[in-house]
């Protein structure tokens, strides 16, 4: 079973095309170096919740869309080298000053796989 670094951010509604051209353009860098999927999910059914939900994981403003995404690496150690390899490529610190995004609102976190049925 492979390792999973999952991904939630708010994106103002109006930035989906371009998210989705951002996205589409990190994909071929995240499988160069060593992903094996990568999915990004627009938020259409996202609600409150009493005491916590994705909307106040990264606190969403009116107008603002959650985004749930997740890569896909065989193990963790892919995904360190493949993190390593991104902050020091250009590609993606160009990419990163141009997010259609708050990125200091975004939260991730890496996962090894529990149940893949």
Same mark, same amino acid.
């Given at each position: 079973m492979g390792y =999973? !670094?999952?991904?939630v951010v708010a =994106?103002?509604?109006?930035?989906k095309d371009i998210?989705? /051209?951002? @996205?589409?353009?990190? @994909?071929? %860098?995240?499988? !160069?170096?060593?992903?094996? /999927?990568? =999915?990004e999910c627009w938020g259409d059914d996202v609600p409150e919740g009493k005491l916590t939900d994705f909307r106040g994981a990264v606190r969403a403003e009116p107008g603002e869309v959650v985004?749930?995404?997740?890569?896909?690496?065989?193990?963790? !150690? =892919? /995904? #360190? @080298? @493949?993190?390593?390899?991104m902050h020091a490529d250009p590609r993606m610190k160009a990419m990163g000053e141009r997010m259609?995004? #708050?990125?200091? /609102? %975004?939260?991730?976190?890496?996962?090894?796989?529990?149940l893949d049925v």
């Open positions: =999973v !670094e999952g991904f =994106v103002p509604a109006a930035n998210y989705r /051209r951002c @996205a589409a353009e990190a @994909a071929p %860098m995240f499988k !160069e170096f060593g992903a094996t /999927r990568m =999915v985004v749930f995404s997740w890569i896909e690496y065989p193990s963790k !150690e =892919v /995904r #360190d @080298a @493949a993190n390593a390899k259609p995004f #708050d990125g200091k /609102r %975004m939260i991730f976190g890496g996962f090894s796989t529990l």
